[in-house]
């Protein structure tokens, strides 16, 4: 037989880390002979990992277990207050912070509003909720592990932030900028592939497998996950479904084409359907709370205005239901507060335009995380990292 080589053996290590590490922190508490019963492995085995993980902070024992007759088994928990992530969703007029433990459980928020798209401006708000949220954070063995950011805008594969059309910025990388103001790991990644990767971790697309996330705020972008995993495209920058054209001859959008989705389906569009109908004579910078207050109260020209807004966006939605076939599509971002006045226009296109077996096979959700579906989402990706850092760099991706 031949014998493992040093590197194999390390190899074979890491990866019987990571199952004993996964099985705990997905299915604990569990006793060290049950953790070898579900993965397969030998008792001496799960002992010296299992040893490791306590040493690292990752586990912890409780004497908890059912007794058979003898002793109690030593049951192991995962330490989800080993660490503390930092969630942003940078949006076009917002920043939205959050501090979650290690399994995503919100505990601290810092917003605030943007009144400037000038990149030094944004990074100054970027830099004061961080630092914020830095600050609440409790004492922990690893204190805050990684800052994920998801903004409006094409990302590439060395999370350098492209081109955001709707803050007018090109070759920025605010990446390089925020970690070297906190030396912490900074993980940059798209505001919609964010919201994807915490709806179905957290959100309404746990059970999915494929799914499409659309973000419908200032822009409209979209986060695909097939079979699992999030498809970022040759280049990273997958997913920009507000920019398909659906008025041939529409107006100018600021990416350069001519009527975009997102210029008919988004909440700049409303804002704008609102100011031009004058739904609310005097105000001139009407809000979408005071739209959502009109709406209950049962304003016509501001359900209306959400009746056109939920036909153009069941309009984009078909393109995009015939493109991927997907199991499911989740609406989210700030739109998602209309769902009450948006479903039934969207509906109502559906049934006009898309074929019966994709309008009976396709579950339309709106997003059960709100507006946190991305600032979830990008604590996680900054989890996985650290996870990935701290063990040694499995090759197993983390859940």
Wanted: hydrophobic share 35%; aromatic share 8%; charged share 20%.
């Amino acid at each position: 037989m031949k014998k493992l080589q040093t590197g194999d053996q390390s190899f074979v290590k890491r990866m019987n880390k990571s199952i004993v590490f996964n099985s705990i922190k997905d299915k604990g508490p569990l006793s060290r002979t049950q953790i070898s019963k579900i993965t397969g492995l030998n008792k001496a085995t799960v002992s010296t990992m299992v040893s490791e993980l306590i040493e690292e902070s990752f586990a912890n024992e409780i004497e908890s277990g059912q007794s058979s007759g003898g002793r109690r088994p030593v049951m192991l928990y995962f330490n989800n207050h080993a660490g503390y992530s930092i969630g942003i969703d940078l949006g076009v007029n917002y920043v939205l912070g959050v501090l979650t433990d290690l399994n995503g459980t919100i505990m601290e928020e810092v917003s605030r509003s943007l009144t400037s798209n000038k990149y030094t401006d944004v990074k100054n708000t970027l830099i004061f909720i961080i630092g914020s949220l830095i600050t609440k954070a409790p004492d922990s063995p690893y204190g805050v592990i990684g800052i994920g950011i998801g903004v409006p805008g094409n990302v590439d594969h060395n999370e350098k932030i492209l081109f955001a059309p709707n803050l007018e910025w090109k070759q920025i990388d605010l990446k390089a900028d925020i970690q070297n103001d906190f030396h912490i790991p900074v993980k940059i990644q798209n505001e919609a592939n964010c919201g994807a990767h915490g709806e179905h971790l957290y959100g309404a697309g746990k059970n999915s497998s494929n799914l499409i996330y659309i973000s419908i705020g200032i822009g409209i972008g979209a986060g695909i996950i097939i079979q699992n995993n999030l498809y970022t495209g040759t280049s990273g920058i997958s997913g920009e479904m507000g920019h398909f054209t659906i008025e041939a001859n529409g107006r100018k959008c600021p990416c350069g084409n001519q009527g975009c989705w997102e210029l008919y389906a988004s909440e700049n569009a409303l804002l704008q359907y609102a100011n031009k109908q004058s739904v609310l004579k005097g105000n001139e910078n009407i809000t979408l709370e005071e739209l959502i207050t009109e709406a209950k109260m049962g304003n016509q020209k501001v359900l209306q205005i959400l009746h056109t807004l939920g036909e153009y966006i069941g309009i984009g939605l078909t393109n995009v239901i015939n493109t991927f076939n997907p199991e499911m599509v989740i609406i989210g971002n700030r739109i998602s507060q209309f769902s009450n006045w948006i479903s039934n226009p969207i509906n109502h296109v559906f049934r006009e335009r898309l074929s019966q077996y994709h309008y009976e096979n396709t579950d339309i959700k709106f997003s059960v995380l709100e507006k946190y579906s991305s600032t979830l989402g990008a604590a996680s990706i900054a989890i996985s990292d650290f996870y990935l850092s701290r063990l040694e760099k499995v090759q197993q991706p983390f859940k």
